[in-house]
């Protein structure tokens, strides 16, 4: 947890022996967009089906303090997000996709619960919309959601050191798995709504 942003960094290493990692903190040097949507999403899903409890408030509370964090650095006119979070407006970050997918499907989902203290059902459906009008096109039937990273990472054979350019130069590409599956749950979220 980066306590100067409210986000959470891609990574940590206790130790802070990892080449990627900050000799002080152990943290590495961003937060990443999918690396917290992954985490936003299997908090709201293990929250659904935690027994009610202690253990269950805290997994509500820190679900809600990881969307404290992440509203903050939503873009302005679209209110999506970018593939490095915590550098919103850096030269060379852009708007991605499935990070934003994946905040979409757990704000909807949150929401669908009762469980986000500080986002309305109509929010979250405003950012589905939001997320359908940035990203997804449909040309002669065919659906596709634009704008997803392929891949990244830290560390392995590539000594992937996670710092921005790194994550600005990954290839991005259409409908990526990453990203439509969360599309997917999003929709179908945003239906039971």
């Given amino acids: 947890f980066d306590f100067e ?22 943290q590495s040097a961003h937060a990443w967009g999918r690396a917290m949507g992954w985490y936003s999403m299997a908090l709201v899903d293990v929250i ?4 009610d409890g202690e253990g269950k408030d805290a997994l509500v509370n820190i679900l809600n303090r990881v969307f404290d964090g992440v509203l903050l650095f939503a873009d302005q006119t679209t209110h999506m ?3 490095v979070l915590d550098r919103p407006y850096a030269e060379g970050n852009y708007l991605e996709a499935t990070c934003s997918a994946m905040f979409v499907y757990a704000m909807l989902k949150g929401t669908r619960l009762g469980i986000l203290e500080n986002i309305s059902s ?9 997320l359908l009008a ?15 990273c392929e891949v ?8 992937r050191a996670g710092d921005y350019e790194y994550y600005i130069s990954e290839p991005v590409r259409s409908n990526d ?15 039971r709504l």
Avoid at 5 to 25: I, K, N, V, Y
Avoid at 122 to 130: F, H, I, N, P
Avoid at 152 to 159: I, V
């Fill in 5 to 26: 942003t409210g986000l959470l960094r891609h990574a940590w290493d206790s130790s802070a022996q990892m080449f990627w990692s900050d000799e002080e903190t152990g």
């Fill in 81 to 83: 997000w970018y593939q």
């Fill in 122 to 130: 109509k929010d979250a459906l405003e950012r589905y919309d939001d």
């Fill in 48 to 51: 659904d089906i935690f027994p």
């Fill in 177 to 191: 798995p990453k990203g439509i599956g969360p599309l997917i749950w999003a929709s179908l979220e945003a239906e």
């Fill in 152 to 159: 990244a990472g830290l560390g392995g054979k590539q000594m």
């Fill in 134 to 148: 940035t990203f997804v096109t449909e040309e002669d039937g065919l659906v596709s959601l634009n704008g997803c």
